[in-house]
């Protein structure tokens, strides 16, 4: 019964990705920052290697960044919100599908529609920069569970912080105030190998490096076998924290959500 609700909300949102593409694609362009830090730093590296990353070296890293992003994004937060003060949530616990279920499907069959939008610019980003350094067809395969991991830790991230919405009426706020430090410290906006050592042994533990810069690094072929297995029980701890901390908030969360006759 459950694999076949969600192969059915998962050809759903494919066709209200497709419906929506245009949005979509204003989304992925929306989320292109890491290209306009390409274009400082492959600058400066000019003169010579940064922190281990010279022009090339700088290129893939920011490509990367750029099409994980798109491939580990996920919404939840604004629609969750949005049903639980509109009262539109009644409307989905009347389905025999869990309404998570449905938010799940729902963001990560969008998935493949902005990896279609995205991949053309990111290739035409190499093409215009003269080439990044070479990708190995073994770090694209190393680099597939940790996309799956790190889509689960911005999933239960965002559904944890949705779920405050039960209680606040601006639960999105707290989300981007998480996000502007998510930027800085995910590798998002520059390597995180690239601020002072300490610091950067701190951020790497953090969920903000796990659910962006981490797959960077495995893509880029930047780590060792032994600092792989390390971030992937990293991130498997995160999504289990999350995931915890989500299910104990919709559980209290629905509680009030009926005794307010929403």
């Known amino acids: 019964m459950v694999p076949r609700v969600a192969a059915a909300m998962w ?9 929506y ?10 989320t292109c920052f890491p290209l306009v830090s390409l274009a400082l ?34 919404w939840v937060c604004w629609d969750l919100t949005r049903q639980i003060r509109l009262g539109e949530l009644d409307a989905l616990l009347l389905r025999p599908a869990h309404p998570v279920l449905h938010h799940m499907m729902s963001n990560f069959a969008a998935l493949p529609m902005r990896a279609f939008m995205a991949l053309p610019l990111g290739v035409g980003v190499l093409i215009f920069a003269g080439g990044g350094d070479p990708v190995a067809w073994g ?26 919405a ?12 998480w996000l502007a430090v998510h930027l800085v410290l995910s590798g998002y906006l520059l390597p995180t190998s690239l601020f002072p050592e300490r ?14 810069g981490f797959p960077v690094e ?17 991130q498997c701890f995160w999504v289990a924290c999350f995931s915890v901390l989500a299910a104990f908030s919709w559980r209290r969360g629905l509680t009030r959500y009926g005794s307010v006759g929403a």
Not at 141 to 159: D, M
Not at 166 to 177: D, G, H
């Open 11 to 19: 050809r759903f949102g494919i066709a209200e990705a497709v419906a």
């Open 21 to 30: 593409r245009a949005s979509m694609f204003v989304w992925v362009l929306a």
């Open 41 to 74: 730093w492959s600058y400066l590296a000019e003169e010579g290697p940064i922190g281990g990353y010279d022009r090339g070296g700088f290129v893939t890293y920011f490509v990367a960044a750029f099409l994980i992003r798109q491939l580990t994004s996920a």
């Open 139 to 164: 770090d694209v395969l190393r680099t597939l569970p940790t996309l799956a991991l790190a889509w689960g830790i911005v999933f239960s991230i965002q559904l944890a912080v949705a779920c405050l």
């Open 166 to 177: 039960f209680w606040l009426t601006s639960a999105t706020s707290l989300y981007e105030a």
């Open 199 to 212: 610091f950067a042994e701190v951020i790497r533990v953090l969920p903000f490096h796990a659910a962006l």
């Open 218 to 234: 495995v893509l880029t072929g930047r780590l060792t076998h032994g600092a792989y297995v390390e971030g992937i029980g990293l």
